[in-house]
C-alpha cells in the first residue's frame, strides 16, 4: 500500500505540474494585451508601463511561467481585471455555491441510478429494464442547456411551482441575514440554524439540480445494470440460487457490492463532467457559481479568471481521480497494480 | 437466469430493436442534412420581417424564428454544420490520437509512460471546459469549434488504441514478424495498426453524440458558430427568451440535438455489442 500511494501521488502532482503548464500556455495564447484590458482603452503609456510591469508581462515567457508558478504556490491566482479583485477570493466565493448544486444533483443521481440500474438488471430484457435503457440513454443524449430551459419554462414560469432563477430569495439577506462558515449556502443556514434561508435554498436548488442529475443519472444506472448482471451470471450467484435465494435478494444482498466498484471509478469522472455541465445550468437559472463567473470572465476577456476556473476544475478533476484511485486501491487490492 | 423467477412476476420479454432505431434515425439525419438543399422550402438565412415568429403550420411545419426564418429549413442546415464538427473532430481526435497510441503501445515502457502521462494531463480537462478556454482565445467560429474539441478528444483514442496495441503487440504473428527482421514501423503499419481498429471504430460511433452535444453546448455560449451559420445550439441561445411566448423556436432545435445525440448513442451501444463481446452487456 505505501508504495502504490507514493506512486498514485507522484503520478498526480506530475499531472498537476501538467496542467498548470498548459493552463498558462494557453492563457498566453490570449490575443489582445492584458494590460489594455486592465488599464482601460484611454489609458496613458505611463498606465500601461505600470501595469505591465504590475502582471510581470515583459519578462521572458519561461520568467513568467515561473512567476505564475511561484504565485499558485502562495496562494497568489493572479488579479481579476473585471472586478479587480483577487481571483482567488473570488473563486472562494463562487465555488461553493457549485458545489452546492454539483453536490445536491450527485445525491439525486447516485440514488436514482443505481436504484434504476438494479431495476433495470432485476427485470433484464422487459419492460422495467428497456425502459430504463431508453431513459437513460435520453438522459445522457439531452443538450443539457435546452432542458434547464425547458424545466425552467414549464415549471417555474407556466406552473409556478418552483423559482425561476437564483440561490434563494434575496430579500431574506436583511430579514434573516446569513452567517457564512462553508460559503456553501444551504450547510451554512442548516449550521446557523437559519430555517428561512434554508428552505429557500433548498426550492431554489430542486430545478437545477434535477437538470445537472440528468447526465450522471443515466450514466450510473447503465453502469450499475451492466455491472449487476455480469456479477449476477458469477458462480457465486448460481450457488446462491442454489441455496434458494431469489433473484432480488441475490442482486441486492449479494452482487451489488462487487458491482459497485466501476460505478464508485464512474462518480469521479462524473463528477468534473457535472461541474462543467452546470456551467451551462448556472447561466439559464443565474446560479451564483463558477459558471456564471467564468461566462462573466469569457464576456470581458478576463485571462486570470478564466486561467483560475480552467485550473480550479482540473485540479478538482485530478483529486477526485486520486480520492477514487485510493479508496479503490484500499477496498480492491487488485486495482493497486498498473 | 430471470427464467427462474416465480410465474406470476414474469414479464413478456421485448425484442430490443435500439440498435435498430438509432440506424434509422441516422440515414434520416444524415439524408435530411445532405439533401438540405433541396428538401429545405426555403432559404435559410433570408430574413423575412412580416414572417416573424409565425406559429407552426403547414407552411412553416416547425414555424418561423424571430427574423422570420422558417425554422424546418435551418434545423436541415443545422444537421449539415453539427455533422461536419462532428466529422472533423472525430477524424483529427482519431487519427492524431491512434497514431500516438499504437506507437505507445507496441514500444511499451518509457515511452509508453511519457506518451500516457502527456493524455493525463489532457484528460483533466473536461472537453468543455478546455474548449471554452480555447474558445475564447481564438475567434469564435466554427473551425474553433472543431480545433478546440479535438484537443480535449483525442487523448482518449490515445489511450484506448495504447491499451489495444500493447495486447496486440504480444501475439505470435507479431513476434514472429519481429523474429523476421521486419522494421519496427512496418510491424506497426502492418500488423499492430489494423487489428488495432475494431474497438476504436466502436468507439468513434459512441462519441458522435457526445461531439455533436459539446459543440452545440460552444454554440449556445455564443463561442461557437456565428450568425448567419444554422446552428442547433445557437438556435436555442438566440431564442431562449422566447421560450415561453414562442416555444417552436426553442423546441425544435433542441429536439434535433437530442434525436441526432441519441441515435448515434443507441447505435454505438449496438456495435460496441456486436463487434466487442468482451464489453457486451445483453
Redesign the interface.
Known amino acids: 500500500m505505501p508504495r502504490f500511494l507514493a506512486r498514485r501521488l507522484g503520478?498526480a502532482l506530475?499531472?498537476v505540474a501538467?496542467?498548470v503548464v498548459?493552463?498558462f500556455a494557453?492563457?498566453r495564447?490570449?490575443?489582445g494585451d492584458p494590460a489594455v484590458a486592465f488599464a482601460g482603452p484611454k489609458a496613458t503609456p505611463e498606465q500601461l508601463a505600470a501595469a505591465r510591469a504590475r502582471f510581470g508581462l515583459d519578462d521572458p515567457l519561461p520568467v513568467q511561467l515561473w512567476n505564475y508558478v511561484r504565485g499558485l504556490l502562495a496562494g497568489d491566482w493572479g488579479i481579476s481585471l473585471r472586478t479587480r479583485r483577487p481571483v482567488r477570493d473570488d473563486l472562494y466565493l463562487a465555488f461553493p455555491a457549485s458545489l452546492e448544486l454539483v453536490g445536491a444533483a450527485l445525491a439525486v443521481a447516485v440514488a436514482a441510478g443505481i436504484s434504476l440500474g438494479v431495476l433495470a438488471a432485476?427485470?433484464?430484457?422487459?419492460?422495467?429494464d428497456?425502459g430504463v435503457?431508453?431513459g437513460s440513454?435520453?438522459a445522457?443524449?439531452?443538450?443539457?442547456?435546452?432542458?434547464a430551459?425547458?424545466m425552467?419554462?414549464v415549471f417555474a414560469?407556466?406552473l409556478g411551482w418552483f423559482p425561476v432563477a437564483g440561490e434563494y430569495d434575496s430579500s431574506l439577506d436583511t430579514t434573516s441575514p446569513l452567517t457564512l462558515w462553508t460559503n456553501i449556502t444551504i450547510v451554512d443556514a442548516l449550521i446557523t440554524g437559519n430555517w428561512p434561508i434554508f428552505t429557500s435554498t433548498l426550492w431554489h436548488l430542486v430545478l437545477p439540480a434535477l437538470v445537472v442529475a440528468a447526465y450522471p443519472t443515466g450514466v450510473i444506472a447503465q453502469m450499475t445494470?451492466?455491472a449487476l448482471?455480469?456479477e449476477?451470471?458469477q458462480d457465486h450467484?448460481r450457488l446462491e440460487?442454489a441455496l434458494g435465494f431469489?433473484?432480488t435478494s441475490i442482486l441486492t444482498k449479494f452482487a451489488l457490492r462487487p458491482a459497485l466498484n466501476p460505478v464508485l471509478s464512474l462518480i469521479a469522472l462524473v463528477f468534473?463532467?457535472a461541474?462543467?455541465?452546470g456551467?451551462?445550468v448556472e447561466?439559464?437559472f443565474n446560479w451564483p457559481g463558477l459558471g456564471r463567473y467564468?461566462?462573466d470572465s469569457?464576456r470581458s476577456?478576463d485571462t486570470p479568471a478564466?486561467?483560475g476556473?480552467?485550473l480550479l476544475?482540473?485540479l478538482v478533476?485530478?483529486l477526485a481521480n486520486l480520492v477514487v484511485d485510493l479508496v479503490q486501491g484500499f477496498v480492491d487490492p487488485r486495482t493497486r497494480a498498473r | 437466469?430471470?427464467d427462474?423467477?416465480p410465474l406470476g412476476r414474469r414479464?413478456?420479454?421485448?425484442p430490443?430493436g435500439?440498435a435498430a432505431l438509432g440506424a434509422v434515425l441516422i440515414v434520416a439525419v444524415v439524408l435530411a442534412a445532405v439533401l438540405a438543399p433541396w428538401l429545405a422550402p426555403y432559404p435559410p438565412d433570408e430574413p423575412r420581417p412580416l414572417e416573424r415568429l409565425l406559429p407552426p403550420s403547414g407552411a412553416h411545419w416547425f414555424g418561423t424564428d424571430q427574423v422570420g426564418r422558417d425554422v424546418l429549413t435551418r434545423i436541415l442546415y443545422g444537421g449539415r454544420t453539427s455533422l461536419l464538427i462532428a466529422g472533423a473532430v472525430l477524424g483529427v481526435s482519431a487519427v492524431a490520437g491512434v497514431a500516438l497510441g499504437v506507437v505507445a503501445g507496441y514500444a511499451g515502457g518509457r515511452v509508453r509512460d511519457v506518451i500516457m502521462?502527456?493524455t493525463?494531463?489532457?484528460l483533466?480537462?473536461?472537453a468543455?471546459?478546455?474548449s471554452?478556454?480555447?474558445a475564447?482565445?481564438?475567434q469564435p467560429g466554427v473551425n474553433t469549434v472543431i480545433l478546440a474539441i479535438a484537443v480535449t478528444w483525442w487523448p482518449w483514442y490515445a489511450r484506448l488504441a495504447a491499451s489495444v496495441a500493447a495486447s496486440v503487440a504480444t501475439r505470435p504473428y507479431v513476434d514472429a514478424a519481429r523474429c523476421l527482421g521486419v522494421p519496427a514501423p512496418l510491424i506497426i503499419l502492418r500488423h499492430v495498426l489494423p487489428n488495432s481498429l475494431t474497438p476504436v471504430l466502436v468507439q468513434l460511433s459512441l462519441d458522435v453524440?457526445g461531439v455533436i452535444?459539446t459543440s452545440?453546448?460552444l454554440s449556445?455560449?455564443g463561442?461557437g458558430a456565428q450568425e448567419p451559420v444554422a446552428e442547433?445550439?445557437l438556435m436555442?441561445?438566440q431564442g431562449?427568451t422566447l421560450?415561453?411566448t414562442n416555444?417552436w423556436v426553442?423546441?425544435f432545435?433542441?429536439l434535433a440535438?437530442?434525436v441526432t445525440?441519441?441515435a448515434f448513442?443507441?447505435l454505438g451501444?449496438g456495435l460496441r455489442n456486436a463487434l466487442d463481446p468482451r464489453r457486451a452487456?445483453?
Open positions: 503520478q506530475l499531472v501538467g496542467v498548459l493552463t494557453v492563457m495564447l490570449v490575443p432485476r427485470h433484464n430484457r422487459r419492460l422495467p428497456l435503457r431508453l440513454v435520453l445522457v443524449s439531452v443538450p443539457v442547456f435546452w432542458l430551459l425547458a425552467q419554462t414560469g407556466n445494470r451492466a448482471i455480469e449476477s451470471g450467484a440460487r431469489g433473484e468534473a463532467y461541474i462543467v455541465n456551467f451551462l447561466a439559464v467564468a461566462a469569457i476577456l478564466i486561467a476556473v480552467t476544475v482540473a478533476y485530478v | 437466469m430471470t427462474v423467477t414479464l413478456p420479454r421485448l430490443d435500439f502521462r502527456v493525463d494531463v489532457f483533466a480537462f473536461p468543455l471546459l478546455l471554452l478556454a480555447l475564447v482565445v481564438l453524440g452535444l452545440a453546448a449556445y455560449l463561442l442547433w445550439g436555442v441561445q431562449q421560450f415561453s416555444w426553442v423546441t432545435p433542441g440535438i437530442l445525440a441519441f448513442n443507441v451501444e452487456v445483453r
